[in-house]
T-cell receptor, first 112, second 115 residues
């Protein structure tokens, strides 16, 4: 079946450094790629998304890049802060109804 | 505006029992999706309901079922519980069917422990 692979599973950075999380997807028909952030004890929350007609999208300290040819997309967080510590999930839409398939998550720890 | 509400937040069951979880979506949202979250498998799609009809279904056994009411509230049921069903069950609501149409708003989940 269709799947999304996400790497790394854990990532530890110093405050102020950049963090990069990478995902690959298998369904060449996928066109929508959101990123969700899940803080401890809470449900995931959308932080940024990108559609296949765009190669890059930025929102303050976060950015997402998409390479449709290679079927991979990445999340970039610059100037990391302790409050960025959370689990991040990438996802891609699949099938005619477009439900989301999520990666297994990356636990990001930002050390002060 | 109230967010997505899931009840109960925590529950403990024994093998063989059945469980029903409830989800109240954001007012005006007609789509409700359910996900199972486990440490090893991440977020796995269970099913999606829109206007009281199941629109999508993930790769889970028939023991997992759901329904949606006319007020968009949804329930999911797991029968004949197994140890491997221990997980956080997340509900997400959205305006339209399918995750590609817009943001999913997740509840805080119902944590099920099967002993």
């Amino acid at each position: 079946g269709e799947n999304v692979e996400q790497h790394p599973s854990t990532l530890s950075v110093q405050e102020g450094d950049s963090a990069v999380i990478k995902c690959t997807y298998s369904d060449s028909a996928s066109n929508y790629f959101p990123w969700y952030k899940q803080e401890l004890g809470k449900g995931p929350q959308l932080i940024i998304d990108i559609r296949s007609n765009v190669g890059e999208k930025k929102d303050q300290r976060i950015a997402v890049t998409l390479n449709k040819t290679a079927k991979h997309f990445s999340l970039h967080i610059t100037e990391t802060q302790p409050e960025d510590s959370a689990v991040y999930f990438c996802a891609a839409d699949v099938g005619s109804q477009g439900n989301l398939i999520f990666g297994k998550g990356t636990k990001l720890s930002v050390k002060p | 505006k109230a967010g997505v509400t899931q009840t109960p937040r925590y529950l403990i069951k024994t093998r063989g029992q059945q469980v029903t979880l409830s989800c109240s979506p954001i007012s005006g949202h007609r789509s409700v999706s359910w996900y199972q979250q486990t440490p090893g498998q991440g977020l796995q799609f269970l099913f999606e309901y829109f206007s009281e009809t199941q629109r999508n279904k993930g790769n889970f056994p028939g023991r997992f079922s759901g329904r949606q009411f006319s007020n968009s509230r949804s329930e999911m049921n797991v029968s004949t519980l197994e140890l491997g069903d221990s997980a956080l069950y997340l509900c997400a609501s959205s305006l339209n069917v399918g995750g590609r149409t817009g943001e999913l708003f997740f509840g805080e989940g119902s944590r099920l422990t099967v002993l």
